[in-house]
């Protein structure tokens, strides 16, 4: 079994920050690009940020300068760090990952539950 788990969604003023956490655990053998997702009320999913197995990230346009994502291959995990938060960042985020499990012994694409962001105004 391969789950990833979000933390640190929460209510946060517009101008504020917040730190998004995803573990990854399981049967892994190893974990390829990861990236944040987010998904509004009557929207579709966006991409947020990617982030390569080597650490080179990529983010939507309108995140840029203000989000930041890293990783810790040694603790499989992925965050996203979000400052000067507006309120048309309120969505919720999803963690994603491409993981090799120890299973299947494939890489395989997984989501994680998510977790909610709201920004108020």
């Known amino acids: 079994q391969v789950q990833l788990v979000e933390s640190g969604g929460g209510l946060v003023q517009a101008g504020g920050s917040l730190r998004l956490s995803c573990a990854a655990s399981g049967s892994i053998i190893s974990i390829y690009a990861m990236g944040w997702y987010r998904q509004a009320p009557g929207k579709q999913r966006e991409l947020v940020a990617r982030?390569?197995?080597?650490?080179?990230?990529n983010y939507a346009d309108s995140v840029k300068g203000r989000f930041t994502i890293s990783r810790d291959n040694a603790k499989n995990m992925v965050y996203l760090q979000m400052s000067s938060l507006k309120p048309e960042d309120t969505a919720v985020y999803y963690c994603?990952?491409?993981?090799?499990?120890?299973?299947?012994?494939?890489?395989?694409?997984?989501w994680g539950q998510g977790t909610q962001v709201t920004v108020s105004s």
């Open positions: 982030i390569t197995d080597g650490g080179t990230p």
């Open positions: 994603n990952a491409d993981i090799k499990n120890n299973y299947y012994k494939i890489v395989m694409n997984y």
